[in-house]
């Protein structure tokens, strides 16, 4: 090849192409309100360092409506749902999923983008019986529900 | 290795219920193998349901989903013979996506 010439064409065409990618990868952050991983609150030890990571400690409200098992025998899979009575709580565009005495509290966090339901079904491991929490975010701020999962064979074990 | 994705896409009314079922063991870094050694986490970090290409949910987890996760998410304005989509990205950069279309 003759690189001398070329060399700087090359180069051109290359981060022109890699410009073209990153502006395909970043596009369908555009549609919607792009959220980045709350590092911080993952990787945080307790729930009120969780929320503190998130910046507020929510409020209770009645407009959750959190479904998990009273008792589960298998903490390893613990099935949730998260609905929001949209009456009560609007626009909400985060929902989270705290279980609190988990090594991480923080289990999974889901951008509700416009058009779509604030509802999730999901499997969570629970170390321990414990309270699970259901956390929803609007403009407003952040609310929770809280349930107690009472666990006879714990979710993270060998 | 990628894995697959079962999904089921139904209408109920003018609301689309997704229902994806990933195959992943989802370790959370913190389990010992019967050496005693760490088993590394590797563990689902990222998934994305569409709907026509447009996200309809995003979801950000940690290590404390279930292995093999389930994922129910709900979204408006779907019909039949739309495609859906779920993806997930590993925090070791592996990457998963299932399609089907609703019905």
Redesign the interface.
């Known amino acids: 090849m003759k690189v001398e010439p070329i060399g700087g064409m090359a180069r051109r065409e290359f981060l022109k192409v890699g410009a073209l990618i990153a502006a395909a990868v970043a596009l369908p952050g555009k549609l919607w309100a792009a959220a980045t991983k709350p590092d911080a609150a993952f990787a945080a030890t307790d729930l009120n360092a969780t929320f503190a990571a998130l910046g507020q400690t929510p409020t209770e409200s009645a407009g959750i409506i959190f479904t998990t098992p009273d008792i589960a025998e298998n903490g390893a899979v613990v099935p949730i749902k998260i609905e929001v009575d949209e009456a009560v709580l609007s626009g909400v565009s985060r929902l989270y999923v705290m279980v609190e005495k988990n090594p991480n509290p923080m289990a999974a966090m889901f951008s509700v983008v416009e058009g779509s339901k604030p509802y999730i079904e999901t499997r969570v491991k629970v170390a321990q019986t414990c309270n699970l929490y259901a956390v929803a975010e609007n403009e407003e701020g952040f609310f929770m529900v809280s349930k107690e999962t009472k666990v006879t064979l714990g979710g993270c074990g060998g | 290795m990628a894995g697959k994705i079962r999904i089921r896409a139904q209408l109920d009314g003018d609301?689309c219920e997704v229902?994806a079922l990933m195959r992943h063991p989802?370790e959370?870094g913190?389990?010992?193998?019967q050496a005693g050694e760490p088993i590394p986490a590797n563990y689902i970090?990222?998934v994305?349901v569409t709907h026509n290409d447009?996200?309809?949910?995003?979801?950000?987890?940690?290590?404390?989903?279930?292995?093999n996760?389930?994922?129910?998410?709900?979204?408006?304005?779907g019909e039949a013979g739309d495609k859906v989509t779920v993806s997930w990205r590993g925090n070791t950069g592996e990457t998963g996506e299932g399609e089907t279309t609703i019905r």
Not at chain 2, 30 to 33: F, M, N, T, V
Not at chain 2, 69 to 77: D, E, K, Q, S, Y
Request: charged share 25%; aromatic share 12%.
């Open positions: 609301t229902k989802m959370t913190l389990r010992k193998d970090e990222e994305t447009k996200v309809v949910m995003h979801g950000y987890w940690g290590a404390a989903v279930s292995a996760p389930f994922l129910g998410v709900r979204f408006a304005g």
